[in-house]
């Protein structure tokens, strides 16, 4: 009865480098989504997807930051050319339906980016 | 001088007292809330929920109450334990038609024994 896992839990980049999140959703569930916790604050929304489908990236920068969520493997949330502003906790949630009310969210334990 | 970063709203309960947090939430079309309890290095861990056509729900230990007139949810937790120590964030949703999270700054609840 895994949850949602993540990997990796911590992860080092000097600027200019690309960081690459995995994210591996609860058994059955097909919907996922990712979201960044900087220092002290709550998290924020950056994307929503099914497989093969981004549903919402709404909250995605609009440059350097991409994901997907191909029909085998886990999600990719990949970040070219990382910026120390970039540094984060950077959170996956997965469900089971993806409709709205009572679809419960579950979080993994996060990747903690740093950048130097 | 100008503070730098933000800070946490912190409640400070001895073991065994009685815990409210409060969460205001901006948008009087959502309609399912949500608890998440977070401790330090991990992710947030759903706690209880509570959708918009109930006032209160409980669980154990926890129950949350909605206020929707005022758009107010609290998390009452009983005979609050040093485990209970942790960030804990309301979350909103229900506008886009699906799940996506709208979390509040979240409080830190310190429990001393």
């Known amino acids: 009865n895994a949850g949602v896992m993540q990997n990796p839990r911590h992860l080092v980049r000097r600027r200019g480098q690309e960081a690459r999140l995995r994210c591996s959703p609860m058994?059955?569930?097909?919907?996922v989504y990712w979201y960044r916790q900087l220092p002290e604050e709550g998290l924020k929304f950056m994307v929503y997807l099914q497989k093969e489908n981004i549903i919402d990236e709404s909250g995605m920068p609009k440059e350097r930051f991409s994901a997907e969520f191909p029909k085998e493997g886990p999600s990719i949330l990949r970040i070219q050319q990382v910026v120390r502003g970039d540094s984060a906790a950077y959170f996956c949630a997965s469900s089971l339906t993806g409709t709205g009310v009572s679809d419960t969210q579950y979080f993994g334990p996060g990747t903690r980016l740093t950048v130097l | 001088g100008e503070s730098v970063g933000l800070h946490l709203p912190t409640l400070s309960v001895q073991e065994g007292d009685n815990s409210i947090i409060n969460c205001a939430y901006s948008?009087?079309?959502?309609?399912?809330f949500i608890w998440y309890k977070q401790e330090s290095g991990k992710g947030p861990q759903f706690i209880i929920d509570?959708?918009?056509?109930?006032d209160k729900r409980q669980g154990q230990r926890v129950t949350v109450l909605l206020n929707k007139t005022v758009k107010h949810l609290s998390l009452q937790i009983a005979a609050t334990q040093p485990g209970d120590s942790a960030v804990y964030f309301c979350a909103e949703t229900g506008r886009s038609g699906y799940s996506t999270l709208t979390f509040g700054k979240g409080t830190m609840l310190l429990v001393s024994p």
């Open positions: 058994k059955g569930h097909s919907h």
């Open positions: 948008n009087s079309a959502s309609d399912y």
């Open positions: 509570i959708r918009s056509n109930m």
